[in-house]
Every structure is written in C-alpha cells, then in structure tokens.
C-alpha cells in the first residue's frame, strides 16, 4: 500500500511498517547482503529518538581505549558528525551501494544503527550473536521532533505540513517506520526475552541518569569502566562530549550535510524532554497519550 506522506515522497508499507520510497532500495539490500558479526552492536532507534545522540555516546564508548580517548583535543567527535562515525545500514551505507564492503572499512567492534522494526532485521543479525541497543521516546516529543525535522527537509516550506494532519497521521500509524507503538513494541518484549542481546532504553531515561545508564549500557555491551577510569572522570567526559552544548556547538554539526542530504545541523534542534508541551494542544497531547495507553496495555511498558 501506498500514502502520501509528509516526507517529501510517498510513504510504502512494507512488512507491516510505513517506509519512504527513497529509502526502500536501502532496506531490502541491507536485508538482503548485511553479515552481521558477532562483534557487532546495532544501535536500533524510533525517528527522533535521539538517535544521534547515542551514536555519540555508544562511538565514545566503544572506541575509548588508546586512540579515542574522550578528553583529548583529537576525539573523531569533535570533527566527524555521529552519523558519519555510526553510519545507518539502510539510509547510508546500503542506499550509496547495493553491497558496500564493511570489512575492511570498519574495525571490529563494528558500529552501525538502523531505524528497521523487529520484523524486517536482517536474517543475519537474528542468527548472530550481535548485541542490540534499542532507544526510542516518549510519542509526544517524537512526535514533535519529527514534525519540525520533516517540516526542515521540505522545499515548500512548514505551511505545508498542517499539524493536525501530521498528528492524525502519526496516530493512524502512518509515519517514518511508523506505526510508532508497534516498532517500540517489537524490541520491548524482544529485551524482555532476550536481556543479554537486547538493551532497551527510553530518551527520558538517558536524560534523568545519564551516568547510570552509560554504566549500564558499558557492562551490557562487555566493557565497563575500570576503576581507574573512574577515577580520571571518563564516564562524565563521555557524556560532556556526547552534550546536546558540545555536539551542537561544533562547527562540523553546525555545517555540511549528510550523504543522504540532510544537513547535519538539522539533528540538534532542542534536546530536552517534554518540549512537545511548547507545540501540542492538551486535546492532542489527550489523543497521543490515549493511544499510547491502550497499544502498550498488558506489555509492562510506560512512556
Ligand atoms: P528535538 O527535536 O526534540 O530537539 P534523532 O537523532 O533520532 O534524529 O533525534 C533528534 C532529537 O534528538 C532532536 O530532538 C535533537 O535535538 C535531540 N538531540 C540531538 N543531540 C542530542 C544530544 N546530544 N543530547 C540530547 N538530545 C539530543
């Protein structure tokens, strides 16, 4: 099935889920060529869930150790944008090339993030060992997100993406990888069965205890903070670095664009929990919060 969609294109549905038709060539190579390794972590997120943000966090994480020390003036941070370090599967990398080759361009542990539902992961990822860190939002301040970022990409200009149709859209289900509350849903109960393969984590959660979580994320991923390291303050490095101030602020996210043509500054706009309130009548905040309650009903999940 077809719709039209507020990205500039139409919208396909596609196993369940609402994709661009720009973007459908990348998903089905990368389903079709991706060899996921054991060694590789996928950074799995809803549109605007802060995805960049933790792509920051996970590079700085990961990559720490001799060359990538957090402190140091020489960090791929602070020149690279984290899309470029933590590039996309299905929007990058399979979209340039129908088979682009990973092996000898990325070191293990390999890093890479797609937008992809549960359903539609490649055949490989499922049959490794690779572990998933799963980040999604609260539907209201994803919602907003998207409806700013979308009204960005659009040549015509915002007036043309009313937001009472971008909401009754949203809530249809018919969004960027929406449905939004199935997406969350898949890798909800996919944590819960499998806690060792599957780190599930909300933007609000990251934002109320960053430190906690990154110690988590650290321990989940199989390298957690020695000692030392606590000590010389690397955790809190970390996450001055990764900082919606530092990343925003740098001339290499204030500047340029992405492969895929959105501009790099386009991905730091507030970076606070809860700003949807500056945006959403109460009537609309009541419509999401309504179907959020009966779609997570029974699952354990709150937002
Ligand atoms: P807002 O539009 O609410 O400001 P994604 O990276 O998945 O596209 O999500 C973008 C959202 O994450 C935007 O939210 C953006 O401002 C926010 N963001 C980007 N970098 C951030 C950071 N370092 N810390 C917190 N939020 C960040």
């Excluded at 806690?195 to 909300?202: A, L």
């Amino acid at each position: 099935p077809r719709e039209k969609g507020w990205v500039a294109n139409h919208l396909h549905q596609y196993q369940g889920f609402w994709h661009s038709s720009r973007q459908m060539q990348g998903v089905l190579a990368c389903q079709k060529h991706f060899q996921a390794q054991d060694s590789d972590i996928l950074l799995v997120t809803t549109p605007k869930s802060g995805t960049t943000w933790l792509k920051a966090i996970l590079f700085s994480l990961v990559k720490r150790g001799e060359h990538y020390h957090p402190d140091p003036q020489h960090h791929p941070l602070l020149t690279k944008n984290p899309h470029v370090l933590v590039p996309f599967l299905e929007l990058n990398l399979y979209l340039e090339k129908p088979v682009p080759d990973l092996m000898t361009s990325y070191a293990p542990p390999r890093l890479f993030s797609t937008h992809l539902p549960l359903v539609s992961l490649p055949e490989s990822v499922k049959d490794s060992a690779c572990k998933v860190v799963y980040l999604c939002r609260n539907p209201k301040d994803t919602f907003v997100s998207l409806w700013h970022f979308t009204n960005r990409l659009r040549p015509e200009g915002r007036g043309t993406n009313p937001l009472e149709e971008a909401l009754e859209k949203f809530c249809r289900g018919v969004s960027l990888y929406g449905p939004f509350w199935d997406h969350v849903l898949g890798y909800w109960n996919e944590s819960l069965k499998r806690p060792e393969r599957v780190f599930f984590i909300k933007y609000e959660e990251m934002k109320e205890r960053p430190g906690f979580h990154l110690r988590r994320l650290a321990e989940f991923l199989g390298c957690p903070f020695f000692p030392e390291e606590e000590a010389q303050g690397v955790v809190d490095n970390i996450l001055r670095l990764c900082s919606f101030e530092t990343l925003s602020n740098l001339d290499v996210n204030k500047n340029g664009k992405l492969s895929s043509g959105e501009e790099h500054s386009a991905f730091f706009r507030r970076g606070e929990a809860g700003e949807w309130r500056n945006l959403l009548t109460a009537k609309m905040a009541e419509q999401l919060d309504r179907i959020t309650e009966e779609k997570l009903q029974g699952s354990g999940l709150k937002f």
